[in-house]
C-alpha cells in the first residue's frame, strides 16, 4: 500500500519494496518512467539501504535526474526522480488503437493496418516493427525502396492473408492415384507444357526474391505478401515437375524461353518488375492454365491447373493494385512502363512467335490426339487462347489505369514466350 504522501508533486509512484537494483527493481522502475514526458517525475518507494547509493548512479548513466531521497515512517525511503530529457522516448498507445478482430481471430490486416504505413520510412527504424518506440543512437539501414506510393498499394495486407488462408500441398492435395495412361502424343505434349510451366514458375520465383531485401520493414507486409508467392511459385514448380515425370519426362526449354526469362530476371526497378512479371506475364498465364485446365486429358492435370490458376490471379491482384497505386501517384510513370516493355520487345527482336515446341504441345493437348481432324481443331483452340490472351491483357492494363490505345500498344509489344 502507498502512503498517501509518497504521491504528493509526484506524476507516478512505485513500490519496491526490498528489491534491489540488480534484483529486479528496475523492471518496476523503467516501464513507469517510460510513461513520462521528460521531466515527468516518479516516486520509488523502497526498503532497500542499498538503493540510496545504486538509483542515483542509475539515473546519471540513462540520464536521468536524481532529485532526492526522503525518509518516510515505517522506514520507506522515497526516491524522486525526474525523467530525463535525453531519455529514450516511449510513447503510449492511444485509446482507439485497440486490435478489431473478426470472431476473436485477429487477422494480419488487423494488426498491420493498426498503424498506417509512412509516407516514407525511417532508414534508422530498420527491423523495428511499424509503431515501435524507437532509441536514438540507431544505425541506418541500406533499404532502397523507401517510399509508400512505389512500394505498398493500400490492399496488401488483405492479399496477405488471402494467399496464408489459401495454401494447398502438393503431394497430399493433387488427387495423384487417378493418374492414367495417356496416347504417347499426348503425354510428350503435356510433359512439355509442365516443362514449360516449371521453368516460367523458376523465373516467377527468382524475380521477386531480389526485391524483398530492399523493402523498407515499414511496408513489411509487402515482403509478407511476396514471401507467400514465392512460396506459391515453389509449389507450383514442384506440381508441374511431379505431373511430367509421372508417366512421362520434361521437355525442351526453348532458347526464345531462356531470353525472355534472363530479361525479367535483369530488371532493376521494383514496378517495371512488378509490372512486366505479374501484370503482363502471370495475367497472361491465367489464360493459359485455363486453356490447360479445360483441355486437361485427365483429373490430375485438370486440378493442378485449377489450384495454379487460383494463386496466381492473387499474384496478377497485387501486381495490378501496385501499378494502379503507383500510377495514381506518379504521372511519370505511364512513359517508364511503355519503354520498360519496349526494352525487352527489343531484346526479343526476330524471334518468330511462340516457341514452336510450345505451340505444338498446346495444340494436340487440345486435339487430344494426333490424327488431322483433331488436330485441326487443336490448333483452332490454340488461336483462340492467342486472342483471348491478348483481349484480357488489354482488359488488364486499363485496369490498372493505361488509356485504350495505351494498352492495345502494350498487349502488341508483350513478349511471344507468355511470360
Request: glycine fraction near 8%; charged fraction near 20%; include cysteine.
Amino acid at each position: 500500500m502507498i502512503p498517501p504522501e509518497a504521491t504528493e508533486s509526484v506524476a507516478i509512484a512505485v513500490e519496491g519494496g526490498k528489491l534491489q537494483l540488480g534484483g529486479g527493481l528496475l523492471a518496476v522502475v523503467r516501464p513507469a518512467l517510460d510513461r513520462l514526458a521528460p521531466g515527468g517525475v516518479l516516486a520509488v518507494l523502497s526498503r532497500s539501504v542499498q538503493v540510496r547509493q545504486d538509483l542515483p548512479a542509475w539515473c546519471k548513466l540513462e540520464h536521468h535526474d536524481y532529485l532526492s531521497c526522503d525518509r518516510l515512517e515505517g522506514g520507506i525511503d522515497r526516491h524522486l526522480i525526474a525523467r530525463g530529457k535525453l531519455s529514450v522516448p516511449i510513447g503510449v498507445l492511444e485509446p482507439n488503437n485497440s486490435l478489431p478482430t473478426d470472431a476473436g481471430r485477429p487477422t494480419a490486416a488487423d494488426v498491420l493496418s493498426a498503424i498506417p504505413m509512412p509516407e516514407r520510412a525511417d532508414a534508422s527504424s530498420g527491423f523495428a516493427p511499424r509503431g515501435a518506440q524507437l532509441e536514438p543512437g540507431r544505425p541506418l539501414y541500406p533499404f532502397s525502396l523507401v517510399e509508400r506510393d512505389h512500394v505498398a498499394p493500400p490492399e496488401v495486407a488483405l492479399l496477405y492473408d488471402q494467399a496464408v488462408g489459401s495454401v494447398w500441398d502438393a503431394t497430399t492435395d493433387i488427387p495423384w492415384n487417378r493418374v492414367k495412361s495417356l496416347p504417347a502424343p499426348v503425354e510428350a505434349a503435356l510433359g512439355q507444357i509442365m516443362t514449360f510451366l516449371a521453368e516460367n514458375e523458376l523465373s516467377a520465383l527468382y524475380v521477386p526474391s531480389k526485391f524483398i531485401s530492399r523493402i523498407h520493414p515499414a511496408y513489411a507486409e509487402v515482403a509478407m505478401f511476396l514471401a507467400t508467392q514465392l512460396a506459391d511459385e515453389a509449389r507450383h514448380i514442384d506440381v508441374f515437375l511431379k505431373r511430367a515425370r509421372v508417366m512421362g519426362g520434361v521437355g525442351v526449354s526453348s532458347a526464345t524461353t531462356s531470353r525472355s526469362l534472363l530479361s525479367l530476371l535483369e530488371l532493376e526497378d521494383f514496378t517495371e518488375a512488378a509490372f512486366l512479371l505479374s501484370v503482363l506475364g502471370e495475367g497472361t498465364f491465367l489464360d493459359l492454365l485455363r486453356y490447360i485446365e479445360k483441355h486437361a486429358p485427365d483429373e490430375v492435370t485438370a486440378e493442378i491447373a485449377r489450384r495454379a490458376r487460383v494463386d496466381e490471379t492473387r499474384h496478377v491482384h497485387f501486381g495490378l493494385a501496385h501499378v494502379r497505386h503507383a500510377l495514381a501517384h506518379d504521372a511519370t510513370l505511364y512513359g517508364r512502363l511503355e519503354g520498360a516493355v519496349r526494352r525487352r520487345a527489343a531484346t526479343l527482336h526476330g524471334t518468330a512467335g511462340v516457341p514452336a515446341v510450345v505451340q505444338d504441345s498446346l495444340t494436340i493437348l487440345a486435339a487430344r490426339g494426333v490424327d488431322p481432324a483433331s488436330v485441326a481443331r487443336g490448333h483452332e483452340h490454340f488461336r483462340e487462347l492467342l486472342h483471348s490472351m491478348n483481349e484480357n491483357r488489354i482488359k488488364r492494363l486499363e485496369t490498372a489505369g493505361f488509356t485504350g490505345e495505351q494498352a492495345i500498344t502494350i498487349s502488341e509489344l508483350h513478349t511471344p514466350n507468355f511470360m
